[in-house]
């Protein structure tokens, strides 16, 4: 999703939407019903909130600077065995190859780990307002890491004339079919090391990548024609792919994109759970009506940059530099 290539198809317009605006809030909505009791009635308060805010970050990336490298990383740009060489931490990835490169190859992993520590530190200064926009941000980057096309240069099908197949694969099968989906995940868990376990959602997601594009080249192959058809949107007919073949690509990909949705709840119910375990599990109850005062919140900001300052050596994965 960097570049816009005119494909002609209501899938064109949708590759900015990444997991699609429905997927998206899907995801984040249903993460809340993961977490324990301390904390879900907090999230539930909130949860028109947390389910719109979903897309924020994609309504930021033609207004904000460096915003779409957040968004995915071409690992393949790399080498074939990178997703399991790359530099894990940022600042190595940084001393190997340049903040340049690896913005314009995209920094998503690295990303998500900022986004962890700074709700980490949301909780801690007990900012609710923050608390929950990056709450909802983190989910869209998580939901991002679940998908095989944010983990490749050939992002869009650009590169095997499979133009289209982003949006195909991320919004028009979770639109037609998500609702036949079982989104029933468990509990969340503590994760130890966040920066860790954002890399083994990416070398999962990659991993997917080949059976995304050898399946849809060899349906396309079988359908012809037939793979298209037309809908009114919005007052116009627009060209689709069919339900048809959407539904043999869905069925062809063997539970793919449900296992990806359903991967992507558990791990941000995952990452909010242990951002609020690391900040000292803060009553978030009383947080639900309560305002701080923007004095309160500078003064809570100060004691914590000390805190910082005071543990900065202890705990060597803990790299929070902001891209």
Do not use: C
Not at 103 to 117: D, Q, S
Not at 227 to 244: D, I, L, P
């Amino acid at each position: 999703m960097k570049k816009v290539l005119n494909i002609g198809l209501l899938a064109a317009l949708l590759l900015f939407s990444s997991w699609g605006f429905h997927a998206h809030r899907q995801i984040n909505r249903l993460a809340v019903f993961t977490l324990p009791p301390e904390m879900i009635g907090f999230y539930k308060a909130n949860l028109q909130y947390i389910t719109e805010a979903a897309v924020n970050a994609d309504r930021r990336r033609f207004a904000v600077v460096d915003e779409a490298p957040r968004h995915y990383i071409d690992i393949d740009h790399f080498g074939d065995s990178a997703v399991y060489t790359m530099p894990r931490y940022w600042n190595d990835a940084v001393a190997k190859y340049g903040e340049d490169t690896l913005k314009a190859y995209g920094i998503l992993p690295w990303h998500v780990n900022v986004m962890y520590y700074r709700l980490r530190d949301a909780f801690m200064v007990k900012d609710p307002a923050r608390i929950l926009s990056l709450s909802a941000d983190l989910g869209h980057y998580i939901g991002d890491a679940h998908v095989p096309l944010h983990t490749t240069l050939n992002y869009n099908g650009q590169l095997t004339g499979q133009e289209g197949i982003h949006a195909f694969w991320e919004s028009r099968l979770p639109e037609l079919f998500s609702g036949e989906f079982d989104f029933f995940v468990g509990k969340a868990s503590y994760i130890d090391n966040p920066q860790l376990a954002i890399w083994d959602v990416i070398i999962h997601t990659h991993r997917e990548l080949d059976s995304v594009l050898v399946i849809e080249r060899r349906l396309a192959g079988q359908f012809g024609e037939r793979k298209y058809s037309f809908e009114n949107r919005n007052r116009q007919t627009v060209r689709v792919y069919s339900y048809e073949y959407s539904k043999a690509y869905l069925e062809a990909l063997d539970g793919m994109v449900e296992r990806q949705m359903r991967a992507a709840i558990k791990v941000l119910g995952d990452f909010w759970y242990s951002a609020w375990v690391d900040a000292g599990q803060p009553d978030l109850k009383a947080l639900i009506k309560y305002k701080p005062s923007e004095a309160e919140l500078e003064q809570r900001r100060k004691e914590l940059e000390e805190w910082k300052q005071q543990r900065i050596s202890t705990r060597e994965h803990e790299r929070e530099t902001a891209q």
